[in-house]
C-alpha cells in the first residue's frame, strides 16, 4: 500500500516533506514489527540491542559510554537497560580495579545463551524485507546512509 493510501494524505509541501512522513512512518511500521516479535520474549527491543553490543564487545568488557555510543535509539537510558539485564542474569557488571568510578560490562553466558536462541527474530524480521531485491536493499542501505552524511564513496 502507498504512503497516501495508508495514511490518507495525497498532497503534500515537497517530494522531501513527503519522504520525512514516509520515514518517519515506516520507522513505527518496522518498530511495530519488532515490537510483536519480542512480546514473546522476556526482554525489550533496547534490551536487545544492549546484548548484541556487549556480543560485539565479547569476551572484553565493555562501559556505559560504549553501548551509548552504540545503540540504536540513544534517547534510551542504557544504565536503567543495564540494570535490568544484570536483575535477569544475562549482563554482570564489575568495578574496574584500575578506576573505581568505572564500571565494566560483560555479558553473561545466559545472555549469550539467550542471543542464540532469538537468531530467530532476526530471520523473522528479513521477511519484512521480501518485497524487495538485494540489489534494492543494499540501495536503500546505500541512501539511508548518505541521507545521514555517511561519507564513505558508495557505487550503485
Known sequence: MSL??????TNFKSPQQKLAINLL????WLNSHYISLFKKTDITLQQFNVLRILRGQHPNYSNLKLIK??????MS??????????????VERHVCPSDRRNVNIIISKTGLQLLKKLNLIDEQAKKLFNALTEKQVEQLNTLLDLLRGEKKQHST
Do not use: F, P
Open 4 to 9: 497516501e493510501q495508508d495514511i490518507q494524505q
Open 69 to 74: 555510543e552504540r545503540m540504536l535509539d540513544r
Open 77 to 90: 537510558d542504557a544504565s536503567r537497560i543495564v540494570d535490568k539485564l544484570v536483575a535477569k542474569g544475562l
Open 25 to 28: 512512518y515506516t520507522s513505527n
